[in-house]
Nanobody, 123 residues
């Protein structure tokens, strides 16, 4: 199963990026989805999640108020709007499909993962 994440790049601190992930309908139409990230030398960490209907968004404290997760089931996509970026947001960002209909902040709750897209925030 291939999840295609895109939208990463280089941005200055305070800037914005919008990540998108295209997901095959057959594996995600009834499943929660999420975004995780992994910074150099660090473990993968939770960023945001949303349930199968696009409701119940939940965010890591570090991104709350700056990032917004949404999904469009008609287009089979999940997006992550990232505003007011800072250098600590630099990481490879991964989209993922949850095993159940609800979103979760736990990586073990996801069954499919994208290949990742790199976000670099310069100071």
């Amino acid at each position: 199963v291939q999840l295609q994440a895109s939208g990463g790049g280089l941005v200055q601190a305070g800037g914005s990026l919008r990540l998108s992930c295209v997901v095959p309908r057959r594996i995600a139409s009834n499943n929660g989805m999420g975004w995780f990230r992994q910074a150099p030398g660090k473990e993968r960490e939770f960023v945001a999640t949303v349930n199968w209907r696009g409701g119940g968004p939940y965010y890591a404290d570090s991104v709350k108020g700056r990032f917004t997760i949404s999904r469009d089931n008609a287009k089979n996509t999940v997006t992550l709007q990232m505003n007011n970026l800072n250098p600590e947001d630099t990481a490879v960002y991964y989209c993922a499909v949850a095993s159940g209909s609800a979103g979760t902040s736990h990586a073990e709750g996801y069954q499919y993962w994208g290949q990742g897209t790199l976000v670099t925030v310069s100071s």
